[in-house]
């Protein structure tokens, strides 16, 4: 009995230990979630691009930063982009600018909390920047929605995939993305319950389920950081009426437009043509 009592209290120890920690960690989500740059460390005036100043007040507080470019054409899809979770939109410049080159309008724009946008990133205020650029390009940008692809990498993917569900848009491309923030939290923190005390969900997969316009996941092989098959089995869901599925063999995390050159622009530029077909969209 002394033997099953002391085994019976040091599981109960153990289990009192893990939660303890898991609580610390949900009280750190945040910090251990985003990873913010405040330093712009490049600029679209040194890749010879035309674009105009944003700063918005989304819902919730804070402000949200970006620069839009606009298309060349008045026809022409506008990639909206939903960046990871590190950085900021500086650091995507070399990766949009190629598009922006072919045509494609885009807006490039910080999360609160990231570049020049002041506040605290969370689920939900993602997703209300989110909500906050879509009025913009619809009202003072005055593009049709329908123009609209939503661009969302890695933890983007969760807010691009709120938008589209929430809001009219024209097409979704997703790259390096994950199903759900809890599958994510067992591969970063193994045995610890972290992802039974999760404040912030990432439904990517539950949100993809309602979203109504053609969308296209792209996801390489060997990603070291959201697995293959994390994004094989995103690539699965019901729900968007035509859905294209971009393996790209021995791809890593967002490095796909590294890897693949101009096959890589070409394939998301006639995606996102297709996705927003005739005059301005209509």
Known sequence: ???????WVGS???????????????LLENRLTFFP?????AHPDSYGL????MLLEP??????????????????PVLVVFHGNAGNISHRLDWIAPFVRR????LLFDYRGYGLSQGRPSEKSLQEDALAVWDY??????????????????????????????????????EGAFCRGSEMARRIFGFLPVHLVMKNRWEVAGMLSGVRVPTLIIHGTADEVVPFEFGKRLAQTKGPP?????????????????LLGESYYGRVERFAGEAVPGPAGL
């Open 1 to 7: 009995m002394g033997v099953l009592k002391s085994l």
């Open 12 to 26: 109960v120890s153990m289990l009192v230990v893990l939660l303890v920690v898991a609580l610390l960690i949900r």
């Open 37 to 41: 740059s405040a330093v712009l460390e």
């Open 50 to 53: 035309s674009y105009r100043e």
């Open 59 to 76: 819902a919730g507080g804070g402000t949200v930063h970006g620069w839009y470019f606009p298309p060349a054409r008045a026809d022409a």
């Open 103 to 106: 045509g494609l309008g885009a």
């Open 137 to 174: 390009l619809t009202g003072s940008a005055a593009l049709p929605a329908r123009r609209l692809v939503l661009f969302g990498r890695s933890l983007g993917s969760a807010p691009a995939c709120y938008l589209a569900v929430q809001r009219q848009v024209g097409g979704l491309i997703l």
């Open 242 to 258: 035509r859905l294209e599925w971009w393996q790209v063999s021995g791809g890593g995390h967002l490095d796909l437009h590294f």
